[in-house]
């Protein structure tokens, strides 16, 4: 009751912030995007994980006004970015399964783009397994309905739900996003390695981009690069970071070199 209370509060006073993660792509080692992250810094409970607050949030009813709240943060942060002559080709941002049932959800991007004169496709929602598996009607208006006017859809949390392929094959996705638990003990689990490569052609047959979240070392990195992910995001190559970071973090980057 305490966290949800005050994260009420923290929403109307503007007390959370977005990070972003970089995605990069594997095929050059550039920029393919990034994932933005909501954080709370409390100024008397302290910093207040995700894992705290958006359960919460979901709870008491406040995680559409968060999910809008992400969505024009990120729209002004990009044009942010492009005004300092850095090019951000993609964020991502998440969103719950509550938002999908809000019909009025593309009108409310549409008019955000339009207000940030930003390209539909320099923006891709994030919906996690469980939620995209629902495909009731209005679930699935809203899906066909954002991809018509150009923004990415991508289906979090890859592997971790008990989805049918049947049903994902009918879902108007641009990405896949492979959990990271799947490849945390890639040293000693083979069967991790067997499922991660099997997610990783069954995007490639779909014929979307396949991400995987949570590399954090250079064996891993390796083996989805054997695999042919096409885009690997985690702690190897950057944490979440504030936005005046990115800039930094990219003119600092080595050289790729194949």
Known sequence: MIIGSALRK????????????????IKNNLLYGVEALSRWHHPTLGTIPPSRFIPIAEETAQIEAIGLWSLEKACAQIVEWDAMGLHVPIVSVNLSAAHFSNPSLTEQIVNMLTRHQLAA??????????????QNTETMSTLMALREIGVGLSLDDFGTGFSSLSRISHLPLTEIKIDRSFIINFEKDVSSLIVTEAAINIGKRLGVHVVTEGVEDTFQEARLRTMGCDVMQGYLFARPMPPGDLLHWVQTRPTFTP
């Open 10 to 25: 923290a929403i109307q006073d503007s007390e959370l912030e977005l990070f972003y993660q970089p995605q990069i792509s």
């Open 121 to 134: 496709n320099r923006l891709t929602i994030e919906i996690t397994e469980g939620g995209m598996m629902q």
